[in-house]
């Protein structure tokens, strides 16, 4: 059992007790999509996969965000931000860009990679340690100027 799950769903039990309905229904829109994963997949989540889940939430999201405002809807903008807020309190620290590129140095290091060809190779290796901590575009195009 995830530990990162039981936590949201101890907040969701908070959120119930505190009648915080925006927060009960992000909170509740999380559970779900694990949920509908476990039982597609038939199989229990542990917490890189739940991260992943939440880490792609936020991507739809901003997504979401960025139509919206091209719509000139920012009353439907502004509701996904606030579900973004509430799937962020469950993913852990950011790391600082200089955590990102010592870990990106190393991966490079630890693949002996010298062009493009080795980009999967490294991402391989950077993606378990950043997933739900950086943004994955940004560390994909800091591993291409690099390479």
Do not use: C, H
């Not at 200089?98 to 290091?109: F, G, L, P, R, S």
């Not at 080795?118 to 739900?132: C, D, H, R, S, Y």
Request: aromatic share 2%; charged share 35%; proline share 3%.
């Amino acid at each position: 059992m995830s530990a990162i799950k039981d936590q949201i769903t101890e907040q969701m039990k908070d959120a119930m007790r505190a009648k915080d309905k925006a927060r009960l229904g992000t909170i509740r829109l999380m559970l779900a999509e694990l949920k509908r994963i476990e039982v597609d997949e038939r199989i229990e989540l542990d917490d890189a996969r739940v991260l992943a889940v939440l880490d792609k939430m936020i991507k739809q999201r901003k997504d979401s965000i960025a139509q919206y405002l091209a719509a000139e809807r920012p009353e439907l903008a502004d509701k996904e931000q606030q579900e973004t807020e509430v799937i962020k309190t469950f993913l852990p620290q950011p790391l600082s860009d200089d955590e990102v590129n010592q870990i990106i140095d190393a991966a490079i290091a630890e693949t002996g990679a010298t062009g493009m060809q080795a980009m999967g190779q490294v991402m391989a290796i950077i993606k378990p340690q950043l997933q739900g901590r950086a943004d994955m575009g940004n560390v994909s195009k800091q591993v291409k100027a690099k390479l």
